[in-house]
């Protein structure tokens, strides 16, 4: 399709998003603003811009209490949040809390902006949702850290790493890491942050985890 004719899809899809207005089927409402944001993904690829495309990890953030914590060292990054599956007919359940390592993570952001104030974020209209996993595919940020290299070293090559965006309640997540490895536990979450507290400070350590994975 030419960019023309991605507009144009666009346009159509946020008439009908927008005519959907106090309707009450949320499965319909839910596959209205999906199909908004899949035209905005297809209309910022074909225009070689960055944007923002779901990343199944299983589960997702919990809407009202979302309830992240990051721990981070120079080496290590966790990051753990309430999570929900989604079911057949649009809602979701509770899951327990999902904790997340992620592989070679070398930079992050945590923080503003809330699930309000994201519709202004950069790619709020690129296919960002709320209370979901992302990742942003021609990542300005990691062009933009691949910039800072050359400065001392010429010949850095393009980064193959990638940007993942976590987005919350009160707050987002973003990170540039080779990728994430997901768990999801039912367990107490003392026990978690025990967890997670010896992971990131003693990361070589063989520190085994009794909760069940979930990826």
């Not at 309707?23 to 944001?37: I, K």
């Not at 949702?129 to 942003?136: K, S, W």
């Amino acid at each position: 399709m030419t960019i023309e004719e991605l507009e144009q899809q666009l346009a159509r899809a946020e008439e009908l998003l927008k005519a959907m207005d106090g309707y009450t089927l949320l499965n319909v409402r839910l596959q209205g603003f999906e199909d908004v944001s899949q035209a905005q993904r297809e209309l910022a690829a074909a225009k070689g811009e960055e944007y923002a495309t779901p990343y199944d990890i299983g589960v997702t953030p919990e809407a009202a209490v979302s309830g992240p914590v990051v721990l981070q060292t120079d080496y290590n990054v966790i990051l753990t949040f309430n999570a929900m599956k989604e079911k057949p007919d649009g809602y979701r359940e509770d899951a327990g809390t999902a904790i997340v390592e992620f592989k070679r993570c070398i930079i992050t952001k945590f923080g503003y902006p809330n699930d309000e104030a994201r519709w202004g974020h950069p790619l709020g209209d690129k296919g960002l949702g709320a209370y979901g996993v992302y990742e942003i595919m021609n990542s300005t940020w990691i062009r933009q850290l691949t910039d800072f290299n050359r400065i001392r070293f010429p010949n850095t090559p393009d980064s193959d790493q990638r940007h993942f965006m976590f987005t919350f309640h009160d707050s987002t997540f973003e990170c540039i890491a080779d990728g994430m490895e997901v768990r999801v536990s039912d367990e107490p979450y003392e026990q978690i942050f025990a967890y997670m507290s010896k992971r990131t400070v003693w990361r070589d350590a063989d520190i085994q985890w009794d909760g069940e994975e979930s990826q």
